[in-house]
């Protein structure tokens, strides 16, 4: 393999022009991206409304002395920053898998010696040796080449390795993908072969580093949940803060106490401010995101998991998800005979095709690393098990290599009684029967076998035996008299559930893209077997790239097959569904899906495949590399956000009986009725822990038969808000007559405030029974279990309990002893303000029947 390089070459670099070109060009390797510091996410987080709120409100409390109030809400804040500051890793992390990845240990000649080093130190100019089974260490031209095939998959999305050929001084290095290219590149496995290459690109600028650069600058896009409930908070903030003015002013106009004004106007601004939306959310997702885990997927990036549900588009990688990225022997044929051996441990294949078999296998290497060879060898020496067709004592005394001259390669074997040469050959076809010098009517035969496996999408080989007696083996594999054996057509499986899990997507009203490096035919062929409509429209990554912005955006409104694509062209792809108002969810396994991943809404990488730098890229990762687990993922993602829809519409309606009562007293000439520590406790503990109620509501039947929610639709429509606010409007009037006939009694302001908020706390655990189901009563609901339910009702009574009779606690709210009548009355009236919710879904019911 040497003997074609000059002597300049076998020497390869100098350990002191190495040491340079390491400190002029840097590591090779993907710089990590610059980390945000603690200050920088502290600040971040504050400076959203509802956090600056907290903070000032902690804050007036430091000042007038109320340090129990003000550490209450600081400390808020801090946790939120602390989950935030955990967070911020993910992008960090995705880097660092790439730069893993791009950087193996690799084997160079230095001071014309063979020297193993790093792969972060490999320079230009370095000269590689690589063998099977190395990943190659950065971007490098072919000097010398012997049967050298590439895994190129993680690049390319190409399933079936490449072959290589050795280059010149003059060849320029080109883009991966094809067979018979002079280049090698970073991240690639070689999986056949030897070969000899000069370092052209290392770091970012090797193929591999054009994606971490992509990965760089692309931002994750926002869930729509997340950016609506921004919007809603600030809108409500902005509201809170108009009439937290109007309470100081008219507070202190009309009582001369300023103090308390300010005291009443936090009161309002924090009643009015939803800041429990955010707080549930996170909660809310994080349960979900463990119950879907419980299905074999793993979330990273938690508020993708609301998005799931609204998912409209599935971008799905071919090679490795729709596929197992490992291929097997699915067709043989030979004397006229097809025989399909998908299924050969039930039907075995007759004896007519045993010498096929025995080749096939004489022609591969022992311990192959090229996924074709692992096929034939794996299926042949189960097939062929006990028979005399398998030979582990025979010596290979010769190899003829795979060249761009002729696609065929022979092995040169040798039996331990001697005597002749006994030659195997395998290769494309169409060489096989010319070495075999096929002519007439047998040509015909052959060649019309070949297109009926390719029109099955199978990778074809052809197979050949010849036997030579002379001593001296001739220089070519045309001065063998070969024998046409027959055919091996080879596929790359589809993975068990692909179809039923596609079928169910459509059911579910989700359309699912195909993207793949593959030819077209085979790209056909897999739609086909896997369900995939329609089969007529695939467009070809060539095509592609001719198209417009404009043009590509009505292209993929009907076409679901793209064929031969590079990651440009997939992140190209997720772009244009996402400006047609696509919810694009994007599967895939390599490095090349990296950047698509981290586009689209959702991205969703395969764990027991994936590489590092897809899995860190996505969000979501399948552990088991099930496809049918993204279904599952869907329902879970449908079902939470169903359940999450019933924990705001609690929290709107709960926050109007709390708005009201910080409000009226103040308009009205009343003593203050809540003070912010009532608020932050009704908040922070009892509408986190309803949140959690609700999350354990089981899915509707219907859930999966229904197409995805329209995210053009606001979070909460006319009905939805309609229903929320007459429900807090019934508890308001409630709470409000127990106020006002306790202050009309006598009874005092503590008594009256005790009472009021005792009233509350049982409306509030009414409106959570109620709003289990917008459809069924109360007295159906509670036919379904769900043990958190009664969890948080146990722990609002047991909490009630304390602030009512622990001495300590009953100061600090400014309560006063109630009687066991005065609690019958607050649990009678909170029951009421909710019957007329369970009076509206009887109508409804019956309306509808």
């Not at 100098?14 to 070109?21: L, N, V, W």
């Not at 001719?546 to 190209?572: C, H, W, Y």
């Not at 508890?731 to 005092?748: K, P, T």
């Not at 109360?778 to 769900?786: E, M």
Request: glycine residues 8%; aromatic residues 8%.
């Amino acid at each position: 393999m040497l003997n074609d390089l000059d002597i300049a070459d076998l020497c390869g670099l100098s350990g002191k022009d190495a040491e340079k070109k390491l400190r002029d060009e840097g590591y090779n390797e993907v710089p990590n991206a610059k980390k945000r510091t603690f200050l920088a996410i502290a600040y971040s987080v504050v400076r959203e409304p509802m956090f600056l709120l907290l903070v000032a409100c902690g804050g007036i409390y430091f000042i007038l002395g109320d340090v129990q109030e003000a550490i209450m809400l600081l400390g808020f804040v801090f946790v939120v920053m602390g989950i935030t500051f955990y967070q911020e890793r993910k992008t960090e992390r995705t880097l660092e898998a790439l730069r893993d990845l791009s950087s193996p240990r690799a084997l160079v000649i230095r001071d014309g010696r063979r020297k193993r080093i790093p792969g972060r130190e490999v320079v230009c100019g370095d000269i590689l040796i690589l063998a099977e089974g190395d990943r190659v260490p950065a971007d490098a031209m072919l000097l010398a080449a012997t049967s050298l095939s590439a895994d190129e998959s993680l690049l390319t999305g190409e399933s079936v390795p490449v072959r290589k050929v050795a280059g010149n001084k003059e060849t320029e290095i080109g883009r991966p993908g094809g067979d018979d290219l002079s280049s090698v590149y970073s991240g690639t496995l070689i999986v056949q072969g030897q070969g000899i290459a000069r370092v052209h690109a290392t770091g970012l600028r090797t193929e591999i580093g054009r994606i971490g650069r992509a990965l760089q600058i692309l931002e994750p896009e926002e869930t729509p949940l997340k950016k609506e409930t921004t919007q809603i908070v600030q809108r409500i903030a902005l509201a809170g803060l108009s009439l937290c003015a109007l309470v100081v002013v008219v507070f202190g106009a009309t009582r001369g106490s300023w103090i308390d004004g300010i005291l009443a106007g936090i009161a309002m601004e924090m009643a009015m401010l939803p800041e429990e939306f955010p707080v549930v959310l996170t909660v809310f997702l994080a349960i979900g995101a463990w119950r879907i885990a419980k299905h074999n997927v793993l979330t990273r990036n938690v508020p993708t998991i609301e998005a799931l549900g609204a998912a409209t588009v599935l971008c799905v990688d071919k090679t490795g998800t729709l596929t197992m990225n490992r291929m097997s022997a699915r067709k043989i044929f030979a004397d006229g005979i097809f025989c399909d051996i998908s299924n050969y441990r039930v039907k075995h294949p007759p004896e007519t095709f045993h010498d096929l078999l025995e080749f096939s296998i004489l022609a591969s290497q022992k311990d192959p690393f090229d996924p074709m060879e692992k096929a034939i060898r794996d299926f042949g020496i189960d097939y062929l098990a006990k028979t005399e067709h398998l030979h582990d004592d025979w010596t290979l005394v010769r190899e003829y290599p795979l060249s761009r001259e002729l696609l065929a390669m022979s092995h040169v074997w040798k039996s331990p009684e001697g005597g002749k040469f006994v030659i195997a050959a395998k290769g494309a076809p169409e060489v096989i029967a010319d070495l075999c010098h096929l002519a007439g009517r047998q040509e015909e035969e052959v060649s019309s076998a070949v297109a009926a496996l390719a029109e099955e999408g199978l990778r074809v080989l052809g197979i050949a035996r010849a036997y030579f007696r002379e001593e001296t083996l001739p220089g070519g594999q045309h001065d063998f008299d070969f024998k046409f054996l027959g055919l091996i057509g080879l596929s790359d499986p589809v993975r068990p559930g692909v179809p039923e899990a596609i079928a169910e997507c459509y059911r579910a009203g989700i359309r699912v893209v195909m993207i793949t490096g593959d030819n077209p035919g085979t790209a056909r062929n897999i739609a086909g077997q896997i369900g995939l409509r329609p089969l007529d429209k695939i467009v070809a990554g060539s095509v592609l790239t001719e198209m417009s912005d404009d043009d590509l955006q009505r292209t993929v409104r009907g076409a679901n097959i793209f064929a031969r694509m590079v990651p440009d062209q997939k992140l190209r792809l997720v772009s244009a569904l996402k400006a047609n108002f696509e919810i694009v969810a994007m599967t895939g396994d390599g490095v090349n899906d990296a950047p698509a991943l981290k586009s689209a809404h959702i991205g969703i990488a395969m764990g027991e495949r994936g590489t590092d730098v897809a899995r860190e890229a996505a969000d979501l990762v399948l552990l088991d590399d099930d496809f049918s687990s993204i279904v599952q993922a869907v329902q879970q993602g449908r079902r939470i956000f169903d359940n999450l829809m019933k924990a705001m519409s609690y929290i709107i309606a709960i926050h109007v009986p709390i708005a009201g009562m910080s409000l009226l007293p103040v308009l009205f000439g009343w003593p203050l009725v809540f003070l912010p520590v009532h608020i932050v406790f009704l908040e922070l503990i009892i509408d986190p822990a309803c949140s959690i109620a609700f999350e354990m509501e089981r899915e509707e039947m219907d859930i999966m038969n229904r197409p995805p929610r329209n995210t053009g639709k606001r979070l909460f429509d006319t009905r939805m808000l309609l229903i929320s606010f007459l429900q807090g409007l019934s508890v308001l009037g409630i709470v409000l007559a127990v106020f006002a006939v306790a202050m009309h009694r006598g009874q005092g302001e503590a008594e009256a405030r005790a009472l009021t908020f005792t009233t509350l706390i049982v409306a509030n655990l009414g409106l959570i029974f109620t709003n289990r189901s917008w459809t069924r009563t109360i007295l159906t609901t509670l036919r379904s279990p769900n043990s958190a339910l009664w969890c948080v009702a146990v722990g609002a009574l047991v909490f009630l309990g304390l602030v009512l009779y622990t001495p300590f606690l009953r100061t600090l709210f400014h309560f006063s002893f109630l009687h066991i009548n005065d609690i019958i009355i607050c649990i009678i009236a909170g029951i009421v303000s909710i019957l007329w919710f369970e009076g509206f879904k009887m109508l409804e019911k019956r309306h509808c029947a």
